[in-house]
């Protein structure tokens, strides 16, 4: 159980256009989601979370205006990184959580190129 | 600022042996923390975690210990197998966040048949 899944597990765009991820959570309803970002041999930086039916909460840092989160559903997130640069190319992950506990399930990620 | 450090990015075990992977934190309030193993290209998968009122948790050959005094949490597997292999990372957050987790860079280990 708890399987999260994401698609597309790798996308290569160019310069200037929008390139959306989705995160579902397969087998449990979650209330939050979370968006990370990873650069290479670099750790998991969190980007914003996401709450099923409100506006999703942005870390420092991280412009809402380009990189969109919808969590229109307890099983879907959305992130949406728009006019996309080559240094927004990276690994973007989503988790969700199942309910108050601390324990998130990570998607298998997506590799993002921007040419 | 990187909250939660983890200095040593490699480490080259033998098979059978133990495996000691270390996390530091500079952020007293955090109170809850996991370890969580990573292959390339895919996300994290949880193995064991630890709350700020343990000092110790085990969990078949993982065993992570916690010293609150000095900051540092550490992560025993023993023993170690070849599909060990794996970046491991170590995550902290404080009570009341959402599970806001904030991640330490990762220890790359290798475990040599």
């Known amino acids: 159980g708890a399987v999260v899944s994401q698609h597309p597990s790798w996308v290569i765009c160019k310069s200037g256009t929008s390139v959306k991820i989705e995160c579902r959570s397969l087998?449990?309803?979650?209330?939050?989601m979370f968006w990370y970002r990873q650069f290479p041999k670099q750790s998991l930086m969190l980007m914003a979370t996401?709450?099923?039916?409100?506006?999703?909460?942005?870390e420092q840092g991280v412009e809402k205006d380009k990189f969109l989160i919808n969590h229109a559903s307890l099983t879907l997130s959305t992130l949406t990184v728009t006019s996309a640069h080559p240094e927004d190319s990276s690994f973007y992950i989503c988790?969700?959580?199942?309910?108050?506990?601390?324990?998130?399930?990570f998607g298998p990620g997506t590799r993002l190129t921007v040419t | 600022d990187q909250q939660v450090k983890q200095n040593s990015p490699s480490l080259s075990v033998q098979e059978g042996r133990i495996s000691i992977l270390n996390c530091d934190y500079t952020?007293?309030?955090?109170?809850?923390f996991l370890w969580y193993k990573k292959y390339p290209a895919e996300g994290p998968t949880f193995l064991i975690s630890?709350?700020?009122?343990?000092d110790k948790n085990e969990d078949g050959r993982f065993t992570v210990f916690l010293n609150k005094s000095a900051k540092h949490l550490s992560l025993h597997i023993v023993p170690s197998q070849p599909g060990d292999s794996a970046v491991y990372f170590c995550?902290?957050?404080?009570?009341?966040?959402?599970?806001?987790?904030?991640f330490g860079t990762g220890t790359r280990l290798q475990v040599t048949l």
């Open positions: 996401s709450n099923e039916g409100s506006k999703a909460t942005y």
């Open positions: 952020n007293s309030m955090f109170d809850y």
């Open positions: 087998d449990f309803q979650a209330t939050t």
């Open positions: 995550a902290a957050s404080v009570a009341g966040t959402a599970s806001k987790l904030t």
């Open positions: 988790s969700a959580r199942t309910g108050p506990s601390n324990e998130q399930y």
């Open positions: 630890i709350s700020s009122i343990k």
